[in-house]
């Protein structure tokens, strides 16, 4: 039995759990991290040395930590879930997506700080959301004639990215948020997968989202 270490509202625990549900791996989850604490747990720091969620664990002693990289061994060790593509030059640039996640994960941070604040600032949250648009226009022109990052395939580079897309989806509506409709699309498309309602859409920024929420 394959068991994932995390919080189910966590960005990187979510692609994990949404991961497992593409592939149809039997799994089981255990409360970890934030809240729940365990973080500096010595035992778990011998299966992710920083302490942060998520990691996995297997009952023959296998451990594996770092979300991206537990997507990339999943998509290698359960082949018949088709989440590399079928190219090698393909496969390439499908990690390169997956290491450029980083990249819309720093800008949504300061946008969800701002406006969570107890008196937001509009200028602060005009100008992170700015920003944060900036870097999602690069995936959104990426995706202007493609169903899915690397085209036509669902891969792991759409793993890497949907948790991150659809927290900036779930900007309070009051917030001018600039229109990206390729974006739009390809989140839309990702909301029809069950795996992604479940544990996505269910259990990431769940919670109605408003302007001074708090944490």
Same mark, same amino acid.
């Given at each position: 039995?394959? *068991? ?9 625990? @979510?692609?994990?759990?949404? #991961? ?5 791996? #039997? ?29 996995? %664990?297997? &009952? ?8 991206? %990289?537990?997507?990339?061994?999943? @998509?290698? %060790?359960?082949?018949? @879930?088709?989440?590399?593509?079928? +190219?090698?030059? #393909?496969?390439?640039? $499908?990690? /390169?997506?997956? +290491? ?12 969800? %700080? !701002? ?5 937001? &600032? ?5 100008? *992170?959301?700015?920003? !944060?648009?900036?870097? =999602? !226009?690069?995936? +959104? $022109? ?5 169903? =899915? ?7 792991? $580079? ?10 900036? =989806?779930?900007?309070?509506? !009051? ?6 409709? /390729? ?22 920024? $769940?919670?109605?989202? *408003?302007?001074?929420?708090? +944490?």
């Amino acid at each position: 039995m394959l *068991t994932v270490w995390g919080r189910p509202e966590s960005s990187a625990t @979510a692609r994990v759990m949404w #991961a497992l549900g593409e592939a149809g791996v #039997a799994h089981q989850r255990r409360d970890w991290g934030g809240r729940f604490g365990g973080g500096d747990d010595p035992a778990y720091r011998a299966l992710s040395p920083h302490g942060r969620i998520p990691a996995i %664990t297997r &009952d023959d002693g296998f451990s594996l930590w770092e979300s991206n %990289t537990i997507i990339r061994w999943l @998509a290698t %060790t359960c082949p018949e @879930a088709g989440l590399w593509p079928a +190219d090698e030059a #393909a496969r390439w640039q $499908a990690q /390169a997506w997956m +290491d450029w996640s980083a990249a819309p994960g720093r800008v949504i941070g300061p946008v969800r %700080t !701002a406006y969570r604040r107890a008196e937001p &600032d509009p200028a602060e949250m005009a100008r *992170t959301i700015a920003a !944060a648009a900036e870097t =999602f !226009a690069v995936l +959104d $022109a990426r995706l202007k004639d493609k169903a =899915f990052v690397m085209g036509d395939q669902f891969t792991v $580079a759409d793993l890497a990215l949907g948790v991150i897309v659809h927290r900036w =989806f779930r900007i309070p509506e !009051a917030l001018e948020r600039p229109d990206l409709p /390729a974006l739009h699309a390809w989140h839309q498309r990702l909301c029809a997968r069950p795996a992604y309602q479940d544990q996505v859409v269910a259990k990431v920024s $769940a919670r109605p989202q *408003t302007l001074g929420m708090g +944490d």
